[in-house]
């Protein structure tokens, strides 16, 4: 009985042995294998903006209560348009900054005089909740200088973004850390 | 500037947009100014510093170094459950519960099968560093390094028992939700896990209500059920399980030799403790002889079952496959498309017109989506065949005895949380406190 019993245990220790060993050959493998193909850094969400339809849903389907994604300016492709359409809403009643009048929810938009008949604007970003109005007026009159970026230092990097699985146009990519980014350029 | 003047303006770019299709046009070219105002340049978020990444693999690796050293060399309850807490406040509601091992074998899973994802060497060390530790200390990981067990850890108040029936049945649950969440990121349609998980919310302090009532009532059923998500649903424990049966090393209830006090029997919350089956006074089996038949009968029985089971669940699983493919959001679309194209349905979706807007080839979505639908077609033959597998040899453990002598931990389900440490007097100064524990371990 004792020697029955001892043989068992030495058995099962050695088949632990090899199974243990199998493990780490294949845990090894894996590695030697996703790490080769790996770019080693983090990578990062961000919303390729030629692909954003301006659905509105990065406002509100985002993990955070104010989203982590809000919209950026590229300057250089603005046309600086005193009758701006992200600025003032297609059907404002007048061209002032009534809250009626204008797209944006917060405020968050403003403009500055710059000369004669042109006005610089700015997206105050404190304010912005990314809801895509701005950027929605913006593409349909405008030159698209308005769109939505995710905004790293706000953004919790979820594993399983939730913007991105509500996302109708698959915009949504995970990109390197060192290229956290997508612009929009002419 | 009057309306008038607006609308005008309005009906020319109107008259614009017939000319030019959607995207980025230069409808309006930038002014060449003449006061000299500098265009500003574009504001760009920078993306956290990688350190964060690193800190965190240090981390993982310190708490499990440490936390296998206080289970081992110091047998120490409250050390366990002080790293636990730290755990819990750093990968938890500091690192707000992002990347996890649990959450990282989708990662995996989805690199492996497909070549346009890449998996940062963060997620690969926090998938193979738990099991690495499991494979020679058994699961240490659970005890206190996870965020998810550390704060069911913490909750716990009065965990009572749980029936063995159920605990064997709902015990299959993580090996069939591991298999899923491996098919669903495999095909890169989903993540499950991180879709389900029940207490992201709260380290967030964010999230919808959904989430956090299932967290709540995850919470609240660990009150009396110690660690609910552990043991019946946690992915990651199903691989740490397997890997803990081969460990070179585990804890122990006792320091030396099991004196047979049977003091630590009630003292497992997880109920992975095994009683002896045979004593000094009881040297053959305690089974008594026509239950042994019965059971080398059933066990014949679930023998035959096991192949059957397989196979059963591998073609059920293939004929469900493109079933399956409808939580893929490609082949959601695709449908969608079909729909309004036949007019099936009325309005477009949001996702259809994003998609026509793009003016990609339908046939390039249709070769796409077939593709997919073939992978998951795979893919549930593979998941079918596994939940038969995993159900079939479930029921051949149930009906295997093992003549144990002592109280044994099953490694396979034991979190080395070192409850039971505290209840073994072997190697104890007999204290104040001991009548204490024996009472408690009575009663």
């Known amino acids: 009985m004792q020697d029955k019993d001892e043989g068992r245990q030495t058995r099962r220790e050695f088949m632990g042995r090899g199974v243990r060993g199998a493990c780490m050959l294949a845990l090894g493998g894996g590695i030697g294998f996703l790490g080769s193909r790996s770019q080693g850094e983090d990578s990062l969400w961000q919303i390729d903006p030629w692909k954003c339809v301006s659905c509105g849903k990065c406002a509100t389907e985002c993990v955070l209560d104010v989203s982590a994604v809000k919209c950026t300016h590229n300057y250089s492709m603005c046309g600086y348009c005193q009758l701006c359409t992200g600025y003032f809403d297609f059907e404002s009643n007048a061209l002032n900054t009534g809250a009626e009048n204008q797209p944006c929810p917060t405020g968050a938009i403003k403009r500055k005089f710059v000369e004669d008949p042109y006005y610089e604007y700015e997206i105050d970003q404190s304010l912005c909740v990314g809801c895509s109005k701005c950027v929605l007026g913006c593409n349909t009159f405008g030159n698209g200088s308005l769109f939505l970026q995710v905004q790293h230092d706000r953004c919790v990097n979820c594993n399983d973004c939730a913007i991105a699985r509500a996302c109708p146009s698959n915009a949504f990519e995970r990109v390197p850390s060192s290229r956290p980014n997508i612009q929009k350029k002419v | 500037m009057s309306v008038v003047r607006f609308l005008f303006i309005r009906s020319v770019v109107v008259i614009l947009l017939t000319w030019q299709t959607a995207g980025a046009v230069e409808r309006f070219p930038p002014p060449n100014f003449e006061t000299g105002y500098a265009i500003p340049e574009v504001s760009q978020s920078t993306a956290r510093s990688e350190v964060y990444e690193y800190l965190d693999v240090l981390a993982l690796l310190v708490t499990l170094t440490l936390i296998t050293f206080v289970a081992f060399r110091y047998r120490s309850r409250k050390g366990i459950f002080l790293i636990g807490v730290f755990s819990l406040a750093y990968f938890g509601f500091w690192r707000e519960g992002c990347v996890c091992a649990i959450g990282s074998i989708q990662n995996i899973a989805m690199a492996l099968f497909n070549t346009g994802y890449t998996v940062p060497l963060t997620v690969i060390a926090f998938f193979c560093l738990p099991i690495m530790f499991t494979l020679f200390f058994g699961r240490t990981f659970c005890a206190g390094v996870c965020p998810l067990g550390a704060i069911q850890d913490v909750v716990s108040v009065r965990p009572m028992r749980v029936p063995r029936w159920l605990e064997a049945g709902l015990g299959t649950i993580p090996f069939l939700y591991l298999g899923a969440a491996v098919l669903f990121a495999?095909?890169?349609?989903?993540?499950?896990?991180?879709?389900?998980?029940?207490?992201?919310?709260?380290?967030?302090?964010?999230?919808?209500?959904?989430?956090?009532?299932?967290?709540?009532?995850?919470?609240?059923?660990?009150?009396?059920?110690?660690?609910?998500?552990?043991?019946?649903?946690?992915?990651?424990?199903?691989?740490?399980?397997?890997?803990?049966?081969?460990?070179?090393w585990h804890v122990n209830i006792t320091p030396s030799e099991c004196i047979q006090c049977h003091l630590c029997a009630e003292s497992c919350p997880l109920g992975v403790i095994r009683f002896p089956t045979a004593s000094a006074d009881l040297p053959v089996q305690a089974t008594p002889a026509h239950l042994r038949k019965k059971d080398r009968r059933r066990l014949v029985g679930f023998l035959i079952l096991l192949p059957v089971l397989t196979l059963a669940g591998g073609w059920a699983g293939w004929e469900l496959g493109p079933e399956f493919s409808r939580t893929n959001a490609r082949v959601l679309l695709a449908e969608r498309i079909?729909?309004?194209?036949?007019?099936?349905?009325?309005?477009?979706?949001?996702?259809?017109?994003?998609?026509?807007?793009?003016?990609?080839?339908?046939?390039?979505?249709?070769?796409?989506?077939?593709?997919?639908?073939?992978?998951?077609?795979?893919?549930?033959?593979?998941?079918?065949?596994?939940?038969?597998?995993?159900?079939?040899?479930?029921?051949?453990?149930?009906?295997?005895?093992?003549?144990?002598?002592?109280?044994?931990?099953?490694?396979?389900?034991?979190?080395?949380?070192?409850?039971?440490?505290?209840?073994?007097?072997?190697?104890?100064?007999?204290?104040l406190e001991m009548p204490i524990q024996i009472e408690r371990a009575a009663g």
């Open chain 2, 186 to 248: 495999a095909t890169a349609s989903r993540f499950i896990i991180c879709e389900y998980d029940p207490f992201v919310a709260f380290f967030r302090m964010n999230g919808s209500l959904g989430m956090f009532a299932l967290g709540a009532s995850f919470l609240l059923i660990g009150m009396v059920v110690e660690r609910p998500y552990c043991r019946f649903f946690c992915p990651y424990g199903a691989i740490l399980n397997l890997a803990s049966r081969v460990a070179k």
């Open chain 2, 338 to 431: 079909w729909l309004e194209d036949t007019q099936r349905v009325e309005v477009k979706s949001e996702e259809s017109a994003a998609f026509r807007a793009t003016g990609a080839s339908l046939p390039d979505l249709h070769k796409e989506v077939l593709h997919t639908v073939r992978r998951f077609s795979i893919g549930g033959l593979l998941f079918g065949s596994f939940t038969g597998l995993v159900l079939g040899l479930k029921m051949v453990f149930l009906v295997v005895r093992r003549r144990r002598v002592d109280y044994e931990i099953n490694r396979g389900g034991c979190v080395s949380c070192g409850r039971c440490f505290d209840y073994c007097p072997v190697g104890k100064e007999p204290s």
